[in-house]
């Protein structure tokens, strides 16, 4: 199996409030940041030992040059990160209020990201792949919907495991109908889904955890389905095995792109069960219960740092925080 990753989605500039506690409203300024999950979780995935590209699309701007040279930094192949002159990068500026939720706004109307097609959508990029990982948020507007669908296709074609993270911010969609019916259609195509709570719950339409993870894997023929639950650890559910794996308690400080770098070493950690999961083989339960410890391991040391791109760890801090406080 290629140890080998295309992550897809939107890449975009977080401007963070510098200070915590805050609205939007009442933030005093923001920090710049690179932001987009897939694009996290690309580079969670590099500095995990997965070679990886990724696939979006940035204005020809400051704000697009910043955001390649940051995949190029940390070793992501942007052959297939596209410029266009049509519309800006897409900016997001986030604060975290008191009640540690965070509060967003996105100048999006349209963002570079959406611009994606299908011409962006190369069989290159696909012929020497081990996994395809992509969001809902190029699903939410066309041409990067049809693209998005398309590379899921070419991902097929050449036999890539196929992996997916709804990441759903309903605010940028037009509707919450448009919005359930079209992450359940990508639900449908893959082969790991990845969801927290508050999204397994929302595809399900339900507010009970268990109701939601019935309706999932009785809709779709998952290989392999992966549920968050904070610092409560994760749920792990492929074929007949169940696997509920405490988390880990941090001082967190920054809990953007926990979830991100979660997938990033649940999907690096099984890397050798690629094929078998996309196969629907059955995976030994220790193995998936160190894919669970590694993924809640990465997920909780992103959230010591602020920003998600600086504080996604490598293996060897990963391994040394799972031998100090795994037992």
């Known amino acids: 199996m290629n140890?080998?990753?295309?992550?897809?989605?939107?890449m975009l500039i977080d401007f963070?409030?510098?200070?915590?506690?805050?609205?939007?409203?009442?933030?005093?300024?923001?920090?710049?940041a690179p932001g987009g999950a897939p694009d996290n979780t690309a580079l969670g995935l590099a500095k995990l030992g997965i070679t990886s590209s990724f696939v979006g699309k940035v204005g020809i701007d400051a704000f697009g040059d910043f955001l390649r040279e940051t995949l190029q930094?940390?070793?992501?192949?942007?052959?297939?990160?596209?410029?266009?002159?049509?519309?800006?990068?897409?900016?997001?500026?986030?604060?975290?209020?008191?009640?540690?939720?965070?509060?967003f706004v996105f100048y999006r109307d349209p963002g570079a990201d959406m611009l994606l097609d299908q011409g962006d959508i190369q069989d290159e990029c696909f012929t020497d792949c081990g996994v395809f990982h992509?969001?809902?948020?190029?699903?939410?507007?066309?041409?990067?919907?049809?693209?998005t669908l398309?590379?899921?296709?070419?991902?097929?074609?050449?036999?890539?495991?196929?992996?997916?993270?709804?990441?759903?911010?309903?605010?940028?969609?037009?509707?919450?109908?448009?919005?359930?019916?079209k992450i359940r259609r990508g639900m449908s195509q893959c082969d790991v889904l990845k969801v927290n709570e508050e999204e397994a719950c929302f595809v399900a339409n339900t507010d009970n955890l268990d109701h939601a993870i019935e309706y999932i894997?009785?809709?779709?023929?998952?290989?392999?389905?992966?549920?968050?639950?904070?610092?409560?650890?994760?749920?792990?559910?492929?074929?007949?095995?169940r696997l509920e794996e405490r988390g880990f308690r941090v001082p967190s400080v920054d809990t953007t792109g926990a979830g991100d770098g979660?997938?990033?070493?649940?999907?690096?950690?099984?890397?050798?069960?690629?094929k078998d999961i996309g196969e629907r083989k059955p995976i030994p339960l220790d193995t998936l219960g160190y894919g669970a410890r590694f993924a809640n391991a990465?997920?909780?040391?992103?959230?010591?740092?602020?920003?998600?791109?600086?504080?996604?760890?490598?293996?060897?801090?990963v391994e040394g925080f799972l031998k100090d406080n795994y037992h």
């Open 3 to 10: 140890k080998k990753a295309v992550c897809l989605g939107e």
């Open 16 to 32: 963070v409030s510098t200070e915590s506690g805050v609205t939007l409203k009442d933030a005093p300024g923001f920090k710049k």
């Open 73 to 103: 930094k940390y070793g992501v192949n942007t052959k297939w990160l596209t410029g266009t002159n049509k519309a800006k990068t897409t900016l997001a500026f986030v604060s975290l209020t008191e009640e540690g939720e965070r509060d």
């Open 134 to 147: 992509f969001g809902s948020i190029t699903m939410t507007h066309e041409p990067a919907h049809s693209a």
């Open 150 to 181: 398309k590379a899921i296709s070419t991902a097929n074609k050449y036999g890539c495991l196929v992996s997916f993270d709804p990441n759903i911010r309903l605010s940028l969609w037009r509707n919450t109908e448009e919005a359930r019916e």
């Open 217 to 241: 894997l009785s809709e779709n023929a998952l290989g392999l389905l992966a549920i968050t639950r904070g610092k409560e650890g994760c749920i792990l559910l492929q074929g007949d095995n």
């Open 262 to 274: 979660f997938t990033a070493g649940l999907l690096s950690s099984l890397y050798m069960f690629w």
């Open 298 to 317: 990465t997920g909780a040391l992103t959230t010591l740092k602020k920003g998600a791109i600086p504080a996604l760890p490598g293996a060897d801090e």
